[in-house]
């Protein structure tokens, strides 16, 4: 191979160009190329780190919001049990309320039908004495005769404490 052709082609002194340029700036831009990789690495890094915080920091908020509702289950169940608890003894309160009242209008009514037999059953009598009074009034102004009609009115007072007591 002969040296001075092989130098004479423009493609070597490129070649040698190049590598000698690599050479002497390499290590620079190795260097540049290696801090701009570990920066975006870094930065990459952090924002690993930060998704992970917040993942975890979202899971603690789902497990604590889980904990809240299962609490919030928990309690809107006890005031169910609760309410219907509380609804079944009111319900029980009115019925025997009701039951007493029913109870308390039917003694009234009792009362008032007893009362009222006793005021029909009075006045019966009254109306019946009254009636026996008059006709026996007639009687015996009209068809007694005087001793008879004092006799009668004897024994009739003789009576009067017996019929007294009976009543």
Same mark, same amino acid.
């Given at each position: 191979?002969?040296?001075?052709?092989?130098?004479?082609?423009?493609?070597?002194? *490129?070649?040698?160009? !190049?590598?000698?340029?690599? $050479?002497?700036?390499?290590?620079?831009?190795?260097?540049?190329?290696?801090?701009?990789?570990?920066?975006?690495?870094? !930065?990459?890094? +952090?924002?690993?780190?930060?998704?992970?915080?917040?993942?975890?920091? +979202?899971? &603690?908020?789902?497990?604590?919001?889980? *904990?809240?509702?299962?609490? &919030?289950?928990?309690?809107?169940?006890?005031?169910?049990?609760? +309410?219907?608890?509380? $609804?079944?003894?009111?319900?029980?309160?009115?019925?025997?309320?009701?039951?007493?009242?029913?109870?308390?209008?039917?003694?009234?009514?009792?009362?008032?039908?007893?009362?009222?037999?006793?005021?029909? *059953?009075?006045? *019966?009598?009254?109306? &019946?004495?009254?009636?026996?009074?008059?006709?026996?009034?007639?009687?015996?102004?009209?068809?007694?005769?005087? $001793?008879?009609?004092?006799?009668?009115?004897?024994?009739? !007072?003789?009576?009067?404490?017996?019929?007294?007591? +009976?009543?």
């Amino acid at each position: 191979m002969d040296f001075q052709a092989f130098f004479s082609e423009p493609k070597v002194w *490129v070649a040698l160009a !190049i590598l000698t340029f690599f $050479a002497l700036a390499g290590r620079a831009i190795w260097g540049f190329a290696t801090r701009t990789l570990d920066q975006r690495g870094e !930065i990459i890094r +952090a924002e690993l780190d930060e998704a992970s915080a917040l993942r975890a920091e +979202a899971e &603690a908020m789902l497990l604590e919001a889980s *904990v809240r509702r299962d609490a &919030a289950l928990k309690e809107s169940a006890e005031l169910l049990a609760s +309410a219907r608890t509380e $609804a079944a003894r009111l319900t029980e309160d009115a019925r025997i309320e009701a039951a007493a009242n029913a109870k308390r209008r039917e003694k009234m009514a009792l009362d008032r039908i007893s009362a009222a037999e006793k005021a029909a *059953v009075t006045d *019966v009598r009254n109306q &019946a004495a009254a009636i026996a009074t008059h006709a026996a009034e007639t009687i015996i102004r009209d068809g007694l005769p005087p $001793a008879a009609a004092t006799g009668l009115v004897r024994s009739a !007072i003789d009576a009067l404490p017996k019929a007294l007591a +009976a009543q």
